[in-house]
């Protein structure tokens, strides 16, 4: 009886040291969230496809069709060429489908960019703050406090016209100009403009990422192997790169990816009111805009950039939602 119980424990032992990492339970228990992984299926197709714009889009950005005589065009307008406008045309001739996959460029490059550097911004920000304590806390946690404070939209809306309203170019690097000209798809002299709403929504945007960051920071930074970490002599700012911010991100990679639907409205709302980005460059935002005026003659109008401004929006909502319960580690697997 002992000799054939001992093949039996040999055999269990494998099975019950072999342990999943820590990604393989995140990326389950996210696959599991089915909102989510559809969230993240549709946010893929929109990103592939507005990479690949300058390769699929069936027409020029700006080249107006002369020949189309009923501006707004209904989709299915034939061109000039003999060519279908899938998605209609706009006031002036140009191809909406075409100008959509162009705004989606430039409304999700405008949202990754700045969730990206605000983020980072804020989360070096916040560790900081919370693991070095003392006066720089006290002024990084006022700030904050001050900056949440005022209400966002009435700044955005007086900063932004008042900077992007004039002729002026402001004086930009040129890789930075021409990194966001490339994102974009557009000249430097748009690229430009961009950049200016792009670093106002950044200016308006670290606080969340900070705060939370220097509250993981406060709780971490009294831990056990903190302390070990500085008994065999490592310094803080290994500490905090090493240690202290990557055992805290799971709520920024929350906080990201619900900003990132609150980036994509922010650029909306601006551009609809005029004081975000301007034409020609397309964008989601300015597309609604221009639709307003023949909405009640051609009511398909803003559906066209309506309907992905909504997906969108609500894809990465799902996905953070998906995000968060794969995060949380007080779910069971």
């Known amino acids: 009886m002992t000799a054939s119980a001992e093949p039996i424990a040999i055999r269990k032992i494998p099975r019950e040291g072999e342990e999943e990492s820590q990604f393989q339970i995140v990326l389950s ?27 699929i889009a069936p027409f020029p950005r700006d080249a107006v069709d002369v020949a189309v005589a009923t501006r707004p065009g209904p989709p ?33 490059s405008i949202a990754f960019i700045v969730v990206i550097v605000s983020e980072v911004f804020g989360v070096i920000l916040g560790a900081t703050a919370g693991f070095m304590g003392g006066w720089f806390d006290v002024i990084i946690s006022r700030l904050v406090e001050f900056l949440l404070s005022i209400p966002t939209l009435p700044i955005l809306l007086i900063t932004a016209s008042i900077l992007i309203k004039t002729d ?29 709403l792009i670093a106002i929504l950044i200016l308006l945007g670290w606080t969340g990422a900070a705060r939370l960051m220097r509250g993981m920071a406060l709780t971490l930074r009294n ?24 055992n805290g991100l799971a709520p920024i990679l929350v906080n ?18 005029g004081v975000g980005v ?3 460059t397309p964008s989601w935002g300015n597309m609604l ?22 997906l969108v929006t609500i894809s990465f909502n799902f996905i953070g939602d998906g995000l968060r319960d794969a995060l949380d580690p007080r779910l069971k697997r």
């Open 29 to 55: 228990r996210f696959l599991r969230h089915r909102l989510a992984v559809a969230g993240l299926v549709v946010i893929v197709i929109m990103f592939i496809g507005a990479l690949l714009a300058p390769y």
């Open 76 to 108: 299915g307008t034939m061109s000039s060429a003999g060519q279908a406008h899938l998605l209609g045309v706009d006031h002036l001739g140009r191809d909406l489908f075409t100008r959509l996959l162009y705004g989606a460029r430039v409304s999700l």
């Open 168 to 196: 002026a170019q402001l004086p930009l690097p040129a890789f930075v100009t021409g990194f966001v000209s490339w994102m974009l798809a557009s000249p430097p002299q748009e690229a430009n403009k961009v950049i200016v």
């Open 223 to 246: 831990q056990d192997f903190v302390e070990a970490l500085r008994a065999v002599g490592a310094s803080n700012t290994r500490i905090m790169f090493r240690h202290i911010i990557p």
């Open 256 to 273: 990201a990816s619900l900003g990132l639907a609150g980036i994509v409205i922010a650029e909306a709302t601006l551009s609809f009111l």
């Open 278 to 280: 301007q034409e020609p």
């Open 289 to 310: 805009s221009t639709a307003q005026s023949y909405m009640f003659q051609h009511p398909w109008l803003p559906l066209v950039p309506g309907i992905p401004l909504c």
